[in-house]
């Protein structure tokens, strides 16, 4: 018989086959089940990151029995807000009192949430374990929390049973009578523990709440006998004690606001006093009493009433300087100054402008006189400047103009620019100071008057007054310019009239009441340009005029010229005016010394400085040149 082995050798085949397939399905089998348990723990992951990152409370919590499972705090807290008072206002209990009985219903009470809120929200577990925690809630495992109730005051029924007691405690009073304290001891009566009272019945209210009852069984309150507690001797203290404070006087309304007495006691001495007292009568203990510096009577005594200090300043040019100086007056005019307080020129006057009211008027600027807007200014400033001085007041703020003017004192003047460049001085004593200023007209001369008012508790008074340590003379100088004329006469440039250049000393010299000297010092040391004349001729007339070109100078020898018949009569050069020693009338005045107006209603005026003699003069340097100066 013929083998047939090729037919056993392909079953063994195919049964390989089969095996290795089932060996295939055994080896999934388990990656099945790792990959089911990974989903489940992913889905659970996500689950629980879910509940953690919601921000909302477990199921089933509840606080003072109002379902807030499910809600964010905040909808838990609006919530609350809505459900709790109506659920309050359903209750009731009572207690009795001396054998009558006394309801407290919950509409007076008051429940604050916010707390079990908070520790609600944290019984929410966070990470892998928030998943079960919730589930270990929905399933029944919620949280309840309760509110903190309180009595925002003392319950109606309280009072009534305190009411009820027929021979009650009665607690210590006091009271201020003139500069007494007076304490009347209480009496020990019957009385009953109001503290613990309000404790239980809060607990009473607590318990319905997490029960969902409306009312609680009735508890009795003893009646205890109690001796009157001693009064809080700190806060009695912080009522009576009372600092002393100065009159003083309110800028606004112009009335002096009266001073405050100081009043005090030492707690410990009303203490010892109360203690060897017996109940229901009355210890008087006298108070401290701490009168202030400056009293109600003693300000209106001694408001404004001495003239610090007073000047006037002889006013010229037009009417438009006439105008500016005036409104300056004006608005300096009625200014207090409280003691400590600082005076600013340009916030008080300013805005220098047309828009402030002002007018055009000629000032320094770029070393010519031009007309500028509330041109004079600098009259002003300079005339208070100079008041300040006599008054002994602080300067804090003064800057000299580039020239020396002519209506004041070499020295005494004070420059004010825009914002850049203002004058400031402090009232620097114990009493408010005012300023009154004015533009008066006598004789057909214009003044500008100064008065500060005030109170001298020393009897000291400034005699301020000016050294000249050095003159620099100015020079007469040549300009070409083609519009002159060939063969007139050079033509002066009226923004260019010649001022003398100066260094001056200024010495504040402060004198008491009896005129003696208390001291002489200098308070600063003023250097003030030179400004020379100029005139303008025709380029072609230089020779015939004898006008060295590089230096504008006539120094040269005139040179024979044959003039046309026009310019015949003016050919020939006429002498140049000598230069003035002071700025002329443009459009400033001269010095001058006459006596000023005297103010009415007030003092007579702080004696006057009389300048001091000056001495040789000598050559000094040009000072630099400063930003353009309102004069």
């Known amino acids: ?229 001693d009064p809080d001797y700190d806060a009695m203290y912080q009522q009576v004690h009372t600092e002393p404070a100065d009159a003083y006087l309110d800028k606004k309304t112009k009335q002096v606001v009266s001073s405050v007495t100081g009043v005090s006691f030492d707690p410990a001495d009303a203490k010892a006093a109360l203690a060897q007292t017996a109940e229901g009568e009355t210890c008087s203990l006298s108070l401290s009493l701490t009168e202030p510096e400056i009293t109600t009577a003693k300000l209106n005594a001694n408001l404004f009433k001495d003239v610090l200090g007073q000047s006037s300043t002889k006013t010229a040019g037009g009417s438009n300087r006439w105008h500016n100086v005036g409104l300056a007056c004006e608005r300096v005019n009625g200014t207090i100054l409280l003691p400590g307080e600082t005076f600013s020129y340009n916030a008080t006057v300013g805005p220098y402008s047309q828009a402030g009211g002002f007018r055009k008027a000629g000032a320094y600027v770029s070393g010519t006189t031009q007309d500028t807007w509330a041109g004079g200014i600098c009259q002003l400033s300079s005339t208070i400047y100079y008041t300040t001085l006599k008054a002994d007041l602080k300067t804090v703020e003064r800057t000299k103009h580039k020239y020396d003017v002519g209506y004041m004192p070499s020295g005494m003047d004070a420059t004010v620019y825009g914002d850049s460049l203002d004058f400031k001085f402090q009232n620097d004593t114990d009493y408010p100071v005012k300023i009154a200023a004015s533009l008066t007209q006598s004789g057909g001369k214009r003044w500008c008057n100064v008065t500060i ?147 009415t209603a007030a003092p007579a005026p702080t004696p006057t400085a009389t300048p001091a003699p000056a001495p040789a003069a000598s050559t000094a340097p040009d000072t630099p040149v400063l930003p353009p100066e309102a004069q």
């Not at 509110?147 to 027929?166: D, L, N, W």
């Not at 620099?472 to 063969?487: D, F, L, M």
């Not at 340009?529 to 303008?536: C, P």
């Open 1 to 229: 018989m013929e083998r047939q082995q090729g037919k056993r050798t392909a079953p063994s085949s195919e049964r390989g086959k089969r095996q290795e397939k089932n060996a295939r399905k055994g080896g999934k089998a388990p990656i099945i089940a790792a990959v089911v348990l990974i989903a489940a723990a992913a889905g659970y992951g996500g689950f629980s990151y879910a509940v953690s990152s919601s921000g909302k409370l477990l199921p089933n919590t509840t606080i003072s029995g109002v379902d807030v499972g499910g809600l964010t705090q905040d909808e838990a807290a609006q919530k609350l807000e809505r459900e709790l008072p109506g659920k309050l206002a359903q209750l009731s209990a009572g207690f009795t009192c001396g054998g009558q009985t006394f309801t407290v219903t919950g509409a007076e009470v008051s429940a604050d949430a916010d707390a079990a809120l908070k520790d609600a929200a944290g019984h929410g577990a966070k990470g892998i374990g928030a998943g079960v925690r919730y589930l270990a809630a929905l399933f029944g495992q919620g949280t309840d929390g309760d509110a903190a109730i309180s009595f925002p005051q003392t319950p109606s029924a309280v009072t009534e049973a305190e009411a009820h007691i027929t021979d009650p405690m009665v607690e210590t009073t006091w009271s201020v009578e003139g500069s007494t304290l007076k304490l009347t001891k209480g009496t020990t009566g019957q009385a009953i523990d109001v503290a613990a009272l309000e404790d239980t019945l809060i607990g009473e209210f607590d318990e319905m709440l997490r029960k969902g009852e409306t009312s609680a069984a009735s508890f009795d309150v003893p009646v205890i006998t109690e001796a009157p507690p």
């Open 453 to 599: 008012y005030g109170t001298n508790t020393t009897g000291i008074h400034g005699e301020p007054y000016s050294v000249v340590v050095g003159t620099t003379a100015p020079k007469t100088v040549y300009e070409p310019n083609s519009s002159v004329p060939q063969g007139s006469k050079p033509q002066k440039d009226s923004t260019r009239t010649a001022y003398t250049g100066k260094v001056v000393e200024v010495h504040q010299r402060l004198v008491d009441a009896s005129g003696k000297t208390v001291s002489d010092t200098v308070i600063h040391t003023d250097k003030f340009s030179a400004r020379n004349a100029v005139y303008f001729y025709n380029p072609a007339d230089a020779g015939r005029l004898g006008i060295d070109t590089s230096t504008g100078l006539m120094t040269k020898t005139p040179t024979a010229a044959t003039p046309s018949p026009a310019a015949s009569a003016s050919a020939q050069p006429t002498a140049t005016p000598a230069p003035s020693t002071h700025p002329t009338a443009d459009p400033t005045a001269a010095p001058t010394h006459a006596p000023a107006p005297t103010p």
